[in-house]
Each structure stands twice: as C-alpha cells, then as structure tokens.
C-alpha cells in the first residue's frame, strides 16, 4: 500500500531567511478557525504577536506539498521554560507545545496527527540546541475539546494531570517523551 499523503514539514519562523519568512507569516496570518475553536487556541495574529519578540517562544509554520511549492496548514509555538504555565510540575523537564491549530479547511486530512508527532520531533531538536533538560512536550487541551484530546492520544500523549487555570475552563495536562 502506498502511502500518498503530501509531505509534511514544520518551519521555524524565527530562523527562516527574510523572504521565507514573510512567506510563513502571510500564510500563518491566513489560516482560519472553526466556529468555537477560539474556545481552546488563540489567533493566528495573536499568538505570533506574542510569540516574535519572546526569545523563549519559538513559533513553526505547518506546510505540506502542493502542486505549486507548498501551503501553510497550521502553525503552533514551542515555549520553552514555560511548562508550568500549562499546569506541569516544572519548567525544566518539558518544551510546551501550545497556540498549535490546523486551519478548519484542512482538517480531517491527517495533517494534525502528523504534525503533532513532528512537533514533538522539532521539539527535542530545539531542546538538544539549547542545552536544555527538557525529556518531552507538554501541553494543555481543554477537557471539552475530545476532538483534540484523541488527537493528541494517537500521537503518542498521555493524561498526566488537571490544570485548573485555562482561560477556557480546565485542562488534561498530555506528555510525551522524546
């Protein structure tokens, strides 16, 4: 059986040269939400407003192959020191994976599960060129959102916790290990 999902791939926004750069931004400023999906992630817009001028926040572009060079999907943001804000017990052992999302019009496509594990890959790659500890990702999903839990479970996340303080209500803490 052949395998005939277009490629994946996550593409820091910070490092990438200007003229790329512009290009990931344009397309992360495009994507769009599904009604209530504001409910569990923030704006494209305001997530990277956040997330540029915070040297511990390093936000990626999801892209996948098109017949005319590739298309950004969906974007996310790797905090690192920060894993306590999502209810973890420290901000050591773990990269936080949040503000991740993949535009409605390409949901139910694969691409969530494909870049979360990517996501996970990307995560331990930045925690090695940092000469950080961290030994997974953690992140935080709205217990109302059982789409985005499974998701997360067929990636290889597990339940390891409540968190209390979301701005949507509480939260499964999920981990996985590199």
């Known amino acids: 059986m052949t395998d ?7 593409v820091p926004i ?25 409910d569990f992630v923030g704006f494209p817009e305001n997530l990277l407003e956040r997330a540029l ?4 926040r390093h936000p990626f572009a999801i892209e996948v192959a098109t017949d005319g060079g590739a298309a950004v999907v969906g974007m996310g943001v790797l905090h690192v020191q920060a894993a306590t804000e999502t ?14 999302l993949v535009d409605h019009r390409y949901q139910g496509m694969g691409f969530g599960g494909r870049a979360t594990v990517a996501a996970v890959a990307l995560a331990r790659q930045l925690a090695d060129s940092l000469k950080l500890d961290a030994e997974g990702v953690v992140l935080g999903v709205n217990e109302r959102n059982g789409v985005g839990r499974r998701a997360y479970e067929r990636a290889g996340f597990a ?3 409540t968190f209390l303080g ?5 939260q499964d803490i999920m981990y996985r290990a590199f």
């Open 166 to 170: 979301g701005r949507s209500g509480p």
């Open 53 to 56: 001028p915070d040297p511990l």
């Open 159 to 161: 339940k390891s916790g």
């Open 4 to 10: 005939n999902s277009p490629e994946l791939r996550l």
């Open 14 to 38: 910070k490092t990438a040269a200007i003229e790329r750069r512009e290009e990931l931004l344009a397309g992360v400023l495009a994507l769009e939400l599904a009604p209530g999906q504001e």
């Open 87 to 100: 209810g973890w017990r420290d901000d050591e052992s773990a990269v936080l994976l949040r503000g991740f």
